[in-house]
């Protein structure tokens, strides 16, 4: 899995990619950490180039949301396909209710918005 990571003035941004050989959710776990402990209070999770998303990456992206939720911040799957949206569902069963997606880029900071000015 190839990522994009930048760190902005209100959030934190990963761009995810599907990488020609294997995945690397060690690299995606990594990533994820930078973004829980940047101090930022979004963390966007861009999936738009993903076809699929591997049950440890789903468990990732899940464990992530909850460290960040008991911090009063929040993480958002933005343009998440529904092949994503259905590998996360199926992998997490009914902890995939408390992931928050956005059909955009811009949705997710709107949607993070209130989270962002209570800092």
């Not at 999936?47 to 460290?67: E, F, Y």
């Not at 911090?71 to 069963?93: F, I």
């Amino acid at each position: 899995m190839v990522i994009y990571h930048e760190a902005l003035p209100t959030g934190y941004l990963l761009a995810l990619a599907p990488d020609a050989g294997a995945s690397n959710e060690a690299e995606l776990a990594d990533h994820l950490m930078r973004a829980c402990c940047s101090g930022r209070p979004a963390v966007w999770v861009d999936c738009r180039l993903l076809d699929t998303l591997s049950a440890t990456a789903a468990w990732l992206l899940w464990s992530c949301q909850l460290r960040l939720r008991r911090r009063g911040m929040c993480l958002v799957l933005c343009q998440a396909s529904e092949r994503v949206q259905q590998a996360l569902h199926q992998t997490l069963a009914g902890e995939c209710a408390t992931l928050c997606y956005a059909s955009s880029l811009e949705e997710a900071v709107v949607l993070t918005a209130p989270t962002i000015s209570r800092l």
